[in-house]
C-alpha cells in the first residue's frame, strides 16, 4: 500500500522559510519520479516541482522563481521542499504526490503565510 505522510508546515511571517518533509513507503521510491502539488483556499490543486528518482533532475513551476528547492534522501524514503521567501500567495496545503495532478498523494501539511 502507498503510504505518503507530510510534516513540516506551519504559520510563518512573509519572507520566512519553512522545510516541508514526506516519508514515503509502499513503492519503490528511489526510483519515482516524485512531485510536490499544492492547494491554496478556493482554488484546485496545482503542480509546484517535481525531482527524478535519483535526484539528478527536475524542474519547477513558473510562479516559484527559484524560491522553492526540492530534494530526496533515497536511503530513508523521504522527499523535501524546501520553501524560501514566502509570500501571502504560497499559503496552500501541501502534499507530496506521485504524479503531477496529485490522484495519489499525502494527507497534506498546511502552509500558512501571515503577518
Known amino acids: 500500500e502507498v503510504q505518503l505522510v507530510e510534516s513540516g508546515g506551519g504559520l510563518v511571517q512573509p519572507g520566512g522559510s519553512l522545510r516541508l518533509s514526506c516519508a514515503a513507503s509502499?513503492?519503490?521510491?528511489?526510483?519515482?519520479?516524485m512531485y510536490w502539488v499544492r492547494q491554496a483556499p478556493g482554488k484546485g490543486l496545482e503542480w509546484v516541482s517535481y525531482i527524478t528518482g535519483p535526484g539528478t533532475g527536475g524542474a519547477n513551476a513558473n510562479f516559484v522563481k527559484g524560491r522553492f528547492f526540492i530534494s530526496r534522501d533515497n536511503a530513508k524514503n523521504t522527499l523535501y521542499l524546501q520553501l524560501n521567501s514566502l509570500t501571502t500567495e504560497d499559503t496552500a496545503m501541501y502534499y507530496c504526490?506521485?504524479?503531477?495532478?496529485?490522484?495519489?498523494r499525502g494527507q497534506g501539511t498546511q502552509v500558512t503565510v501571515s503577518s
Open positions: 509502499g513503492f519503490p521510491f528511489s526510483s519515482s519520479i
Open positions: 504526490s506521485k504524479d503531477p495532478e496529485g490522484r495519489t
